[in-house]
């Protein structure tokens, strides 16, 4: 399975993640938690953090990811947390031209294990003059179990109907 993220102004990411890992909200949540990590060790993290997201309840519409935003903004990483969901059908989005480059390329080059697919996927697609950040996992965290006390088993229903959800800390009265 292939994931790809763009971070506006940094970098582009990509990661491989083997077949017997189900693919969720672990995953996307790990994705995030990796890049976030990233960021930090570069440097200063912005105090609002406008994340774009496929609009699938399977991986990025449920409530463990937002049991994680929660997370963040809770530890005070984030001021605030703006999620927008894609529409249905989106073309001409930029992850889109990601993921449209590296297809044309694996057509003219083989790539026969998962190293060699990393490679591809690095060859393929350049933002800001640099070659995307290409990660391969075995493994994904069951980050679904460290948050069910963040959770209710009927949060995520509430997000469904949502495009352009915002996470703010609550101010104590």
Known sequence: HLY???VHGRDAYAFTITD???QGHNSSIQVLHYI???IVQKGKVPSVLKLQLDNTTKQNKGQYVF???SMLIEYGIFENIEVSYLPVGHTHEDIDQFFSRVSVYCRH???LDTEALR???RLAYKKYGCCPIVTG???VANLSDFVPLATT???HKAIYPYYHPRLVKAKKS
Do not use: R
Request: glycine share 4%; hydrophobic share 45%.
């Open 4 to 6: 790809g993220a763009l």
């Open 20 to 22: 017997h890992e189900a």
């Open 36 to 38: 976030l990590v990233q």
């Open 67 to 69: 049991a994680y935003l």
């Open 109 to 111: 080059h083989n790539a």
């Open 119 to 121: 490679e591809c996927i």
């Open 137 to 139: 996992w075995d493994t």
């Open 153 to 155: 088993s009927t949060a």
